[in-house]
Nanobody
Framework: QVQLVESGGGLVQAGGSLRLSCAAS????????VAWFRQAPGKEREFVAG????????NYADSVKGRFTISRDNAKNTVYLQMNSLKPEDTGVYYC????????????????WGQGTQVTVSS
């Protein structure tokens, strides 16, 4: 059974930083596409950032470009989302998701999802 576990969320003031982690069990990422999504209260889930594992390509939502960075650690089978200059509108539950293949991370369906980690940005 594939399991994705997100961690690193919390409460931070505007302008602060957090680093989210997504660790997988039951599957290695190296032939996959991995992405972060978020869902804010009253809004639909949206794509935040994604990475193609084997030959790296990254995609970012326009709202986070220049502030967020997605990266991978192959040895740890883990994806990270470094979030800097956080804004209140970044508040939401952040989900890690993955699928096999090489298609662009910002489009298409994802097969496996984590349970999410809450990010709250005050002020």
């Amino acid at each position: 059974q594939v399991q994705l576990v997100e961690s690193g969320g919390g409460l931070v003031q505007a302008g602060g930083s957090l680093r989210l982690s997504c660790a997988a069990s039951g599957r290695t990422f190296n032939n996959d596409v991995v992405a972060w999504f978020r869902q804010a209260p009253g809004k639909e889930r949206e794509f935040v950032a994604g990475i193609r594992w084997r030959i790296i390509i990254t995609n970012y939502a326009d709202s986070v470009k220049g502030r967020f960075t997605i990266s991978r650690d192959n040895a740890k089978n883990t994806v990270y989302l470094q979030m800097n200059s956080l804004k209140p509108e970044d508040t939401g539950v952040y989900y890690c998701a993955t699928r096999p293949g090489i298609s662009p991370p910002h489009v298409g369906r994802y097969d496996y999802w984590g349970q999410g980690t809450q990010v709250t940005v005050s002020s």
